[in-house]
């Protein structure tokens, strides 16, 4: 059996549908899918699934770790907008602080809702 059976290409497509073509982090322009880094919140070492609630589409700048940008670097930072969600957490419910919609909740259907609540006030950081 594989190692992973993740449909990457269908995932990146939905996830560059979601975030518009801009980093969901920073906001900025990536050009084309190939130039996207996909991010997963609950993170892999933490048991974090390959599903579209728990995925970010990233610029490079946003999501490598020898980047002071990163997510990665600042994982406080992270955690409080949602970019990072410890390993206790189920993101599905979790507001992240998206570039171009603000504080939204994320769907494993490549959609998302407004959310009402920044990450303090909903408790999950």
Known sequence: ?????????RL?????????????????????????????RR????????????LLLLCPACHTTASPKSVHANVEDAKRHGW????YRDPSPVPVLHALHGW???????SFTPSMFEIE???VA
């Open 104 to 110: 939204v909740v994320l769907d494993n259907h490549g």
């Open 1 to 9: 059996m594989p190692k992973s059976q993740t449909n990457w290409p």
């Open 121 to 123: 006030d909903a408790e």
């Open 84 to 87: 990072i969600v410890t390993r």
């Open 12 to 40: 990146t497509e939905k996830l560059w549908e979601r975030s518009g073509g801009a980093c969901e982090r920073c906001g900025s322009f990536l050009g084309s899918p190939d130039r996207a880094e996909r991010h997963h």
């Open 43 to 54: 993170l892999r070492s933490g048991g974090g699934k390959d599903e579209l609630a728990n």
